[in-house]
């Protein structure tokens, strides 16, 4: 007790003697900014994982203290995509002004260590464990057919490779994980659920016909068939992006993983400067509740299925068009733009927004018109941007009644002041390469009237 009293009192000294009497406070590193570092930049700003440089201890730090200013003040750090305003999202990014305000004085104050002993402990990162928030481990893992090499150096293109869902009926996931083994060479990796044609052989998650031949993309897409949606009958499974891997759905509410079909894995890396390998897996947590409703993704535009079957038209611009023949982007377009809709027949509950564009990508807005004619924004992103492949998880579902209007409205820019783009001079079509556009307001939800829990009737 004795020596505690010691130590507190010979501690106090050193902070009175550290401060001159009078002077405003500046913030220091150890009491004041560090905290803010490991909370709201350090899951992205560390050893091995997406970011350009480690933002964790003094030393790092420092030498980036103008760089962070200048990040925070423009609300560039951290990334974050949406406008305020829309509906409460719990995902979402962000410092609050104080915190700005901090980092501001701290920098503009010499940006000083301070007290040493203040130093809040390092944050851990649980990298490559299972995040189900119980910790127990997942009910099933399946794992990437094979595992990837990825060369040292060079601009790797996405590579797919399909694996055999492996169960004899289908599976409800209450929470579900996408995991890579290497982190540092994940730029994002995504799992769709999707139908091969008869006979397919698979190998080393390579899809070949029945006579050796390798499958085409269109023998692919044609056995996908008629269940309507943007990726012809693909449904999103899973993906991970940096801070976006794992999922978890209320009670009641599961993702089906349906037996007899096939894994789609669409997998993008960087490389790192070293040879690496990385083998991902998707962890699967089945419900302790009955399940009653199925998690749903689809794309506004194309159907919301009680029957997947149905087809409703493609609405764009406020035409009626055939389904892929969109987006088709003029060369030099500055700010094109386009808008889908999908009406909502039946009550629905609604949990996330994903938008999703290529490199021409500009702008996405979703709005729904309620039956009384009431038009509401609920997500904005004024500036899209291609390497985030943010999903937006409202804090609380949405219950969404029939006659209502889901709207997606986006804007492309195909000239050369867009960094990205690379060809202004092409028209550009549908595609799924990166230099191809896409046009996708995913979002997710569930049927209200669903109940999955008691016999089908029919
Ligand atoms: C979700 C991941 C993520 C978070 C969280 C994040 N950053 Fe970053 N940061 C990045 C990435 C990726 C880059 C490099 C590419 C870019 O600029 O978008 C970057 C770049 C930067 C740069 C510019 C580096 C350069 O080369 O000029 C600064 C400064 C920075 N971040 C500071 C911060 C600060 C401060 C925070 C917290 C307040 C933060 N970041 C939070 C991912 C993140």
């Not at 203290?65 to 990040?71: L, M, P, V, Y």
């Not at 999202?89 to 010499?110: K, P």
């Not at 609405?315 to 386009?338: C, K």
């Not at 709005?367 to 291609?386: C, I, K, M, S």
Request: hydrophobic share 40%; glycine share 6%.
């Amino acid at each position: 007790m004795q020596n505690r009293l010691n130590l507190i009192i010979a501690s106090l000294a050193l902070v009175a003697a550290a401060a001159p009497a009078g002077a405003a406070e500046a913030p220091t590193f150890a009491a004041d900014v560090a905290p803010i570092l490991y909370e709201e930049c350090a899951s992205c700003h560390r050893p091995g994982d997406i970011a350009p440089m480690s933002l964790l201890t003094y030393r790092e730090v420092r030498p980036w203290s103008r760089a962070i200013k200048d990040k925070v003040v423009s609300r560039e750090m951290p990334p974050w995509h949406a406008a305020p305003g829309g509906v409460p999202i719990r995902n979402s990014r962000g410092l609050s002004q104080d915190e700005i305000d901090t980092i501001v004085a701290w920098v503009d104050g010499g940006a000083p260590l301070g007290d040493a002993a203040k130093m809040p402990p390092l944050p851990t990162f649980s990298d490559n464990e299972w995040h189900h928030p119980s910790g127990r481990p997942p009910d099933h893992i399946l794992p990437m057919p094979v595992e990837m090499e990825i060369p040292a150096q060079g601009e790797l293109p996405y590579i797919t490779l399909y694996s055999a869902i492996p169960f004899e009926e289908d599976v409800f996931a209450n929470a579900i994980e996408m995991l890579p083994s290497n982190r540092s060479v994940v730029h994002h990796l995504s799992v769709n659920v999707t139908t091969l044609p008869e006979g397919t052989v698979l190998v080393d998650g390579q899809a070949y016909d029945a006579a050796g031949a390798p499958l085409t993309d269109e023998a692919i897409r044609a056995a996908r068939g008629a269940d309507s949606n943007a990726l012809g009958g693909a449904t999103k499974l899973i993906c991970f992006v940096p801070g976006r891997g794992f999922e978890m759905f209320h009670a009641g509410v599961a993702k089906r993983v349906p037996a007899g079909k096939a894994l789609q894995w669409s997998l993008h890396y960087n490389a790192t400067g070293r040879p690496e390998v990385d083998r991902s897996r998707i962890g699967i947590w089945l419900s302790d509740a009955p399940v009653t409703h199925e998690m749903l993704s689809r794309t506004i535009g194309s159907p919301l299925p009680t029957t997947p079957d149905r087809t409703l038209p493609v609405i764009v611009n406020g035409e009626e068009v055939p389904r892929r023949e969109v987006p088709v982007i003029p060369p030099f377009a500055d700010d094109w733009a386009i808008t889908m809709q999908t009406d909502v027949s039946e009550p629905i509950t609604f949990y996330a927004i994903s938008p999703h564009m290529h490199l021409r990508g500009k702008d996405m807005r979703f709005r729904l018109v309620w039956p009384d004619g009431r038009d509401e924004v609920l997500l904005d992103v004024p500036r899209y941007d291609f390497n985030w492949q943010t999903e937006f998880e409202l804090v609380d579902p949405l219950h969404i009644p029939a006659g209502s209007r889901l709207i997606v409205e986006g804007h492309y820019d195909n000239s050369v002041r867009n960094r990205y783009n690379p060809a202004p001079h092409r028209e550009v079509y549908w595609g799924e390469q990166s230099w191809d556009e896409m046009f996708e307001g995913w979002i997710k939800y569930s049927i209200d009237s669903q109940d999955l829990s008691k016999p089908a009737t029919e």
